[in-house]
């Protein structure tokens, strides 16, 4: 059976979600975070065996720590080479906040793809289907899955309950973060349980009917 735990994690509480087989124990990370120790444990703590730590896009609070995450569990790093640039800006990243993340960083195991399918491994099903989602960052990405019980979309800091990402940061762009949202988000089931970045879960048919920053059409 495939479980889903999500958790916030890290100094601006970046949700972090893990996605595993209750029987194999094999496992996937969305957004590690910046505190290697906590999860690290709670990932012991269930016996997990992570193969993949996937990212929503490149800043520190989404992937601070991964490296000392990836060494510790020899699992594969993952992210969209759009945020490349980020990536290797970590170390400036965490200064410029005062936050320890990682400075000896190895490079990407795979460039994500839109519309990739991403299993435990390569021969497993795809549990999760790549939505490239740019504006938020350049590489932005969401995560759907309908391999649970009800579809869950994974949207970084793309789209929250009620909001939508800042776009004010080195790369962001507020058009193609909505165009993202109504082209790649919006036409997933309305059923689709939303798991942000940070904060409350929502819904997409929630969103459609609420998000003030929705009006715009395209």
């Known amino acids: 059976m495939l479980v889903l735990e999500s958790f916030p994690v890290g100094t601006l509480g970046c949700n972090c979600s893990l996605l595993y087989d209750s029987e194999t124990k094999e496992a ?5 975070g ?3 120790a906590f999860l690290l444990e709670k990932i012991k703590s269930k016996n997990l065996k992570v193969r993949k730590l996937i990212h929503t896009h490149a ?4 992937i601070g720590q991964s490296n000392t995450i990836r060494r510790a569990t020899n ?4 992210l969209h080479q759009g945020d490349l640039f980020l990536y290797e800006a970590l170390a400036e990243q965490g ?8 400075t000896d960083i190895d490079a990407v195991d795979s460039w994500l793809e839109n519309e990739e399918q991403i299993g435990f491994s390569g021969e497993s099903k795809g549990l999760l289907q790549v939505l490239h989602t740019p504006g938020h960052t350049p590489g932005s990405c969401s995560f759907y899955c309908d391999a649970l ?3 869950v979309l994974f949207s970084g800091d793309t789209l929250f309950a009620n909001s939508i990402g800042r776009t004010d940061l080195p790369g962001g762009d507020q058009g193609k973060l909505l165009k993202s949202i109504h082209q790649r988000i919006l036409p997933l089931p309305e059923e689709t349980t939303c798991i942000p ?7 997409l048919y929630k969103e459609k009917r609420n998000n003030p920053f929705l009006r ?3």
């Open 28 to 32: 996937l990370v969305v957004d590690p």
């Open 34 to 36: 910046n505190d290697a």
């Open 59 to 62: 800043h520190f609070d989404h």
């Open 75 to 78: 699992a594969t790093l993952h």
């Open 95 to 102: 200064s410029l906040f005062g936050i320890s993340v990682d």
């Open 149 to 151: 019980e009800s579809p």
């Open 197 to 203: 970045g940070h904060g409350p879960n929502t819904t």
């Open 216 to 218: 715009v059409r395209f």
